[in-house]
């Protein structure tokens, strides 16, 4: 089999959620000889350009771009160990600490602007439900984030949210990483009055936000925060 035939056997396994198949043929091309680096650009990072476009479509459906991210996830997690660093940030968007804040433990919404992150793109750390304010700023200081994601569904939880971006400043972090809330009670105005710099209505508009605060030019905290579905 060819390379150019091996790319796009694991492009159309990585869209069709096969995720056995997608690790198979990924590792079967590394002991070939393949560059782990090509299979990434040419295979997993089209297959979620793919994805991505036949969500915004609705040309597939959320259970079918899940079983596809795991797919990918698969794939990923066989080539990134093949990778340096430097290679790394040539084709991730950014690197995302995502979890629901204290008090919480709802995650449905959460796990969805994981998967729907990881297929745009971006390096996603999901650390759970119930997550200290301390435990967010550890994880993005840990991994070197880019992005704080907070997530929550109840109202009384909510002041978490602003309690972590309270907490950035007081350590003298709050310059280092941009800061995204969603959820339920969460609005346009709660975003702003917090000083987040981005909110998205719905779970998909996570990925947008996410987008602009990296490509935007502008380091953190924005003046104004980036607001989606107000």
């Known amino acids: 089999m060819s390379k150019e035939e091996t790319l796009d056997k694991l492009i159309q396994t990585i869209i069709n959620g096969d995720e056995a198949e997608a690790k198979k043929i990924t590792e079967d091309a590394l002991a070939a000889g393949m560059d782990p680096l090509d299979m990434v650009k040419q295979g ?29 996830k698969s794939v990923m997690a066989v080539l990134l160990p093949k990778i ?9 968007l950014g690197r995302v600490v995502l ?7 709802h995650d449905i919404g959460k796990n969805l602007v994981g998967t729907l992150l990881s297929v745009a793109g971006f390096e996603v750390h999901d650390i759970g439900v119930d997550i200290q304010s301390k435990d967010f700023i550890q994880k993005a200081k840990e991994l070197n984030a880019d992005i704080i994601a907070m997530s929550c569904l109840l109202s009384t939880s909510m002041y978490f949210q602003k309690d972590i971006i309270q907490y950035l400043k007081d350590a003298g972090l709050r310059k280092q990483y941009y800061v995204i809330v969603g959820g339920g009670p969460v609005t346009a105005d709660w975003t702003t009055e917090i000083g987040a710099d981005g909110w998205g209505k719905y779970a998909d508009d996570a990925a947008t936000v996410c987008k602009k605060l990296v490509t935007g030019g502008v380091r953190p905290p924005l003046p104004k925060p980036i607001l989606i579905g107000e």
């Not at 340096?84 to 991730?92: D, G, I, L, P, V």
């Not at 979890?99 to 433990?105: H, M, R």
């Open 44 to 72: 997993a990072v089209k297959a979620m350009n793919i994805i991505g476009e036949k969500w915004r479509r609705f040309e597939m459906f959320l259970s079918h771009v899940m079983l596809a991210a795991d797919a990918m």
């Open 84 to 92: 340096t660093a430097e290679q790394k940030s040539k084709f991730s």
């Open 99 to 105: 979890g629901t804040v204290s008090g919480d433990i």
